[in-house]
């Protein structure tokens, strides 16, 4: 399968003013490297302030002025400047946004993702065409006609997940779009996101939800106070998580009510803590000495990556 996004060693940092008009740098996102294939759907899990958000933004060409983007990002190949994400959002690179607040209350549902600037006739096709996904979604016509406040929660997030469709994308990133919703919901929008993957469409799937994530996705990548520490099979996940190499990864799974309820001391440092070492470091009952002065790289184990010395060759 052809890769979609190559993200690559990317940090995100924003221009600070502290006290006296004095700047400072905050590193949010550090050595950020993931990558997802036609077909797949990855999941990056990370609690809330950890980053994964940032990553959505940094895709779409979305920071905002005082942030500082370094690395690569890059779409089927090519690396994209900031002219080449605003002119493939929305159309190869598209948005299933969290809130559905992102619909205009004052348009009706079969305008929302039509545009101003089309002819009549590519409008009437566009239509033709967002009627038979809307079909597929179970959104019947009568939905056409309607505004966002008359629509259910389950038939807003249908909309918002067939307006993305529209454009047809190689890559949907959905950035948390479980939040709030009821057992059936959240099942029937995980449901899109096979469909999308059975039609060759990779999926980003950014949450703090684990149980979402392991029921969807692929592989899963955890976030760590701004790091990548693993990227994990969906399998993986099983067992007594023997086959989870991060002690971090270990220690959510382990804190799953149905594994124990077991849960690790400590806090995630937030941005700006870590000064040097492993973000880890202060919570890991297996690091060593050189842990707390240097910090590990992600290394590739197979389809697996892992940020810790323990797997380093020779260690």
Known sequence: ????????NVSISFIQ?????????LKVITDLTLDISEGEILAVLGSSGSGKSLLAHAIFGILPDNANLNGKIKFKGKTLSQEDKEEIRGKDIVLVPQSVNYLDPLMKISDQAIGLTQS???KKQKKIKQREIFEHYNLGPEVDEMYPFQLSGGMARRVLVSTALLSDPKLVVADEPTP????KTVEETLNHFRHMKEDGIGV??????IHAALEVADRIGIFYSGYVIEI??????????????????KALYKALPANGFEIIKGHQPLHGEIQQGCPYYDRCEMRFGRCKEERPELISLGEK?????KYEEGA
């Not at 003013?17 to 740098?25: A, D, I, M, S, V």
């Not at 709030?180 to 057992?183: A, H, I, P, W, Y």
């Not at 994990?232 to 990864?249: C, I, M, Q, R, W």
């Not at 990556?305 to 010395?309: S, T």
């Open 1 to 8: 399968m052809e890769k979609v996004l190559d993200v690559e």
């Open 17 to 25: 003013y502290t006290k006296g008009l004095n700047q400072r740098e």
């Open 120 to 122: 009549d006739e590519e």
């Open 180 to 183: 709030g919703l009821d057992e």
């Open 204 to 209: 980003l799937l950014i949450t703090h939800d």
């Open 232 to 249: 994990a099979k969906v399998e993986d996940f099983s067992g007594d998580g023997e086959n989870l190499l991060h002690p971090y990864t």
């Open 305 to 309: 990556r892992v940020r810790c010395f």
